[in-house]
Nanobody
Framework: EVQLQASGGGLVQPGGCLIL?????????????VGWFRQAPGKERERVSA????????YYADSVQGRFTMSRDSAKKTVFLQMNRVKPEDSAIYYC???????????????????WGQGTLVTVSS
């Protein structure tokens, strides 16, 4: 069974930090690209970051560039999103999604994925 299990969300103060995790199972992790996407209430889903698991190539949205860092642990089949200097506008449900590695750009540009996780809620508020 294919699973993407996102975790790590919660309440954090503006300027604080949070680490999200996405644990994968049931597919060939190293042959995939994994992305983080988010959706705030009343807004469209937007891309946050994406990584090619094997070669480590990473994309970031302009809104998080320099504040968020995506990484992966192939042995644990897990990707991480280190969120630093968070802002209220970072509040959203964060989803991880996976697509075959050769489709990284399609995952990034079109948000099309083969697998989606269930999401984890991040709330940035004082």
């Amino acid at each position: 069974e294919v699973q993407l299990q996102a975790s790590g969300g919660g309440l954090v103060q503006p300027g604080g930090c949070l680490i999200l995790s996405c644990a994968a199972s049931g597919f060939a992790f190293d042959s995939y690209a994994v992305g983080w996407f988010r959706q705030a209430p009343g807004k469209e889903r937007e891309r946050v970051s994406a990584i090619h698991i094997r070669d480590g190539n990473i994309y970031y949205a302009d809104s998080v560039q320099g504040r968020f860092t995506m990484s992966r642990d192939s042995a644990k089949k897990t990707v991480f999103l280190q969120m630093n200097r968070v802002k209220p506008e970072d509040s959203a449900i964060y989803y991880c999604a996976a697509k075959a590695a050769g489709q990284l750009l399609r995952l990034w540009n079109s948000q099309t994925a083969e697998y989606w996780g269930q999401g984890t809620l991040v709330t940035v508020s004082s």
